[in-house]
């Protein structure tokens, strides 16, 4: 066995050649013999087979170059953005909505919302009840404000996603 001082590949005493980069056998390294040509190289001139592979950095020739016209390419809007500005519109239309809501039907909404939190009293202030009426119009504000926050949260999260 003989071993290739070009690829390292390991080749029977008999050949001349490497069966796998076809570099011919030093005879004064290895020794004098009969050499037979391998089995498995290829008729193909050795310099041929030696040549280095072309490199990818090389431009390819004239006639392979492909012509690319300029496009009107429009930039890219992030991810996102539409469904943001509907979660941030939502957000503030929704609550409008509610106070609206809670402004012109308070005659028939406050007795109903007061009793709920608190007994029905006669003689209680109606300070009270105005307080009640308004901190019950507050959480339905800020529970109105849920959905649009939650859609302004997705449009936030999926541009942090397109960015990956």
């Known amino acids: 066995?003989?071993?290739?001082?070009?690829?390292?590949?390991?080749?029977k005493d008999?050949?001349?050649?490497?069966?796998?980069?076809?570099?011919?056998?030093?005879?004064r390294r290895f020794g004098a013999g009969t050499p037979v040509d391998?089995?498995?190289?290829?008729?193909?001139?050795p310099q041929r087979r030696m040549q280095q592979p072309e490199e990818a950095s090389q431009e390819?020739?004239?006639?392979?170059?492909?012509v690319k016209e300029p496009q009107n390419v429009k930039p890219v809007r992030p991810a996102g953005d539409f469904v943001r500005s509907v979660g941030l519109s939502l957000s503030f239309l929704l609550p409008l909505v509610v106070i609206a809501l809670a402004a012109?039907?308070?005659?028939?909404?406050?007795?109903?919302?007061?009793?709920?939190?608190?007994?029905?009293d006669p003689t209680r202030l109606a300070l009270i009840n105005w307080a009640v009426y308004v901190f019950a119009s507050l959480i339905a504000v800020l529970t109105a404000m849920l959905p649009g926050l939650s859609?302004?949260?997705l449009g936030h999260i999926m541009r942090g996603v397109r960015k990956r």
């Open 60 to 66: 390819p020739s004239p006639r392979r170059q492909v």
């Open 104 to 120: 012109l039907n308070h005659d028939t909404l406050m007795p109903v919302i007061v009793g709920l939190f608190l007994k029905p």
């Open 151 to 153: 859609l302004y949260a």
């Open 14 to 27: 008999g050949y001349t050649q490497c069966v796998q980069c076809s570099a011919p056998r030093n005879a």
């Open 1 to 11: 066995m003989w071993i290739c001082s070009r690829c390292q590949t390991a080749n």
């Open 38 to 45: 391998a089995p498995s190289v290829q008729a193909v001139s």
